[in-house]
């Protein structure tokens, strides 16, 4: 419920803080009509802290009005002119929200935020979004905590997502809390897994570094929030399906831009370069020796047509740079083909490549933890392996 | 100047097992530590406190025990400390947690910044920050690598998905840090920790900072945690066995029969 308290003095700053026009002034007093949607965006506006939002008690709540599964579009931010492309995460969440979507028989929408409608009924209908909800301003082109959060929260509020997925990158681990704590939210973290349990999100997530997983649930709050780790999840084939549209016209108020950014600097993003973006790495450890010893990975790579990567082991040794580490610490990958050299297989390795199609592991320890996600196991020095390996690639590749 | 550092306290090592019997975790025999991300926006706070003749205050929220942290912030060189601690705040989640330590620092007065660690060690979630700079209706920055104050105005470098931004924003603000690759935690001297005997340090209950029950604890928290367990034993394992030219064409026919060999 909100409210306007009698200490309101009529200064009118609440007016052109509502995204929603649902604040008017009557009578050196604000008033607040049917088109509020409890977002909050008022509240902070009032210097005299007269507006005032109670919450229904979080054990009571009737969720039944609660239906969908919604995902946030994220938009690769590369600096360049242009367009921006959705970000393959966002293909992934789709791809992992239609599931469960299907299960519970509910719609899958995603949420647009940008400048300008770029036929995204189209690409994201093709991954399975059933509806996107498109708000178009020219200040969506560059993220702010604070215009999304209060835009996404004004939209929930409005529509009401029992689920609502959001990308664990930067961006995505950025917004969804400042969202969930508005809307008083259950929000779990970086999750590896979800699936519906009595007609719940279960989350599953690794804590501890990777050492433990958790299962977490949010039955007292709607929607259930998560953010979701990027390349964990498969991105489905796309179809020829349109989304329905659903436009949102949302008036963004001035001065709602606190932080300012004055550059960005875009460095290794090139798709080219990244390793989360291969589909085959063959990916070294502790086991390789030397930076030279190392090196011999990128000729078995190249061959390939992949990348080479690293444990976290072969970087601190500085065998490979950081860009290139899998794992918690670094990135995360899913490649058709990982071929892991002289890895132990820490925990916090495992949790960054084990969903890749095809593991192939080599190490001269038969109880290295590397084997429990490989589906080929090696036990032998690598060294002795790999000189051999890139004869038979080149014999294989001449003959065919 | 006020800066507001929030620190937790974690057990040092991200080696934690499972007891499989009971399914809990097994913390016993692993020591306590500052979580290093908060160390580091504590240090980083000290920084800007030489620089801009600034008081550092540190708020903890955890048992009686985490008073070790906010002890050790003191002895680092904060003015005052805070631990907020109860029983009601038993098993909050991340939403419960950015809501008492909001009316914690609300509670404390005027400030310009508050900086916590981009995430903890053990929960690895970094929820808390920006739940606490939305329950103090502040603007937030997050993954901060560097921070500098000019005058009203705090600038940061943070890091992105594709590199790093360089931002400007006006104070009061929250920012969460991520700590460089070579950073050290510092630990005081003897004397250091005995003069800190004499700061101010509080501990506050649920009650003192005027926190409604039902947003606490175990009950108050949205999240629920259903299970915990050791992560799962991956696929059977078909091992390649012979001689290293053998095993080199095993692969390799492998390679061809799953379409990897272009």
């Known amino acids: ?400 | 100047m006020h800066i507001v550092v929030c620190v937790k306290q974690v057990p040092d090592s991200t080696e934690i097992k499972i007891n499989p019997e009971t399914g809990t975790l097994v913390r016993t025999g692993v020591p306590s530590i500052m979580n290093p991300y908060d160390h580091f926006a504590l240090e980083t706070a000290l920084n800007l406190k030489k620089e801009h003749d600034a008081r550092v205050t540190v708020v903890s929220m955890g048992p009686p025990q985490a008073k070790s942290v906010v002890q050790l912030g003191l002895a680092l060189g904060a003015d005052e400390g805070v631990l907020l601690s109860d029983k009601a705040f038993a098993g909050s989640d991340t939403w419960a947690t950015s809501y008492a330590l909001s009316l914690a620092i609300n509670k404390l007065g005027k400030f310009s910044l508050v900086l916590c660690g981009m995430q903890a060690i053990d929960g690895d979630t970094a929820q808390v920050g920006p739940g606490v700079a939305q329950q103090l209706s502040i603007p937030q920055v997050t993954f901060c690598e560097e921070v500098k104050v000019n005058g009203k105005k705090a600038w940061v470098r943070k890091a992105t998905d594709y590199g790093y931004a360089i931002a400007e924003v006006d104070m009061p603000v929250l920012l969460t840090m991520m700590m460089h690759k070579d950073f050290e935690a510092r630990y005081p001297s003897f004397l250091d920790i005995f003069n800190s005997d004499q700061k101010p340090y509080h501990v506050w209950t649920a009650e003192d900072i005027g926190a409604k029950k039902e947003y606490l604890g175990l009950k108050g928290s949205p999240t629920q945690v259903d299970r915990i367990y050791p992560p799962e034993k991956g696929c059977e394992t078909q091992m390649l066995t012979g001689a290293p030219g053998e095993i080199a064409q095993k692969i390799v026919d492998i390679l061809k029969k799953e379409n990897c060999l272009r």
């Open chain 1, 1 to 400: 419920m909100i409210e306007v308290l009698d200490k309101c003095i009529g200064c009118s700053k609440c007016v052109p803080a509502c995204p929603f026009n649902a604040v008017s002034m009557v009578g050196k007093k604000a008033v607040i009509n049917e088109a509020c949607t409890l977002c909050g965006a008022c509240v902070p506006a009032c210097p005299v802290k007269a507006i005032v939002i109670t919450r229904e008690d979080p054990v009571h709540r009737d969720f039944s009005a609660f239906k969908g599964v919604w995902v946030f579009a994220e938009f690769e931010d590369t600096g360049r002119k242009g367009p921006k492309k959705i970000r393959k995460v966002t293909l992934e969440l789709l791809s992992e929200g239609r599931k469960l979507a299907d299960e519970l028989g509910v719609e899958l929408a995603a949420v647009v935020l940008a400048e300008k409608n770029r036929n995204y009924e189209k690409e994201l209908g093709a991954y399975g979004a059933d509806k996107v909800y498109l708000s178009e301003n020219c200040e969506f082109s560059d993220y702010d905590t604070d215009i999304y959060s209060a835009v996404i929260a004004a939209l929930v509020s409005k529509y009401k997502p029992e689920i609502f997925l959001f990308p664990a990158t930067f961006t995505g681990r950025d917004l969804a809390p400042r969202i969930a704590s508005l809307i008083y939210a259950g929000l779990t973290a970086d999750c590896t897994g979800l699936s519906i349990k009595n007609g719940l999100l279960k989350q599953s997530r690794p804590a501890f570094g990777g050492n433990i997983m958790a299962d977490i649930l949010s039955p007292n709050s709607r929607p259930q929030m998560a953010t979701v780790r990027p390349n964990v999840m498969k991105v489905s084939p796309p179809s020829d399906k349109t989304a329905r549209l659903v436009k949102e016209n949302i008036n963004i108020p001035e001065g709602m831009r606190r932080v300012k950014v004055l550059e960005k600097k875009v460095a290794g993003y090139e798709s080219a370069d990244r390793i989360d973006c291969a589909d085959i790495i063959v990916s070294g450890g502790r086991g390789m020796k030397s930076r030279e010893k190392f090196n011999v990975l990128e000729e078995l790579a190249t061959l390939l047509g992949g990348m080479v990567g690293a444990s976290r082991a072969a970087v601190d040794m500085g065998f490979k740079e950081k860009s290139r580490q899998v794992g918690q610490s670094g990135t995360t990958v899913s490649p058709k083909l990982y071929i892991a050299c002289g890895i132990s297989g820490a925990v916090q390795h495992l949790v960054g490549m084990k969903t890749s199609d095809i593991i192939i592991a080599i190490n001269k320890d038969p109880n290295a933890s590397i084997f429990s996600v490989a589906k080929y196991g090696v036990v032998a020095d690598v060294h002795e392996i790999i000189g051999k390996l890139i004869d038979a690639v080149k014999k294989a590749k001449k003959i065919k």
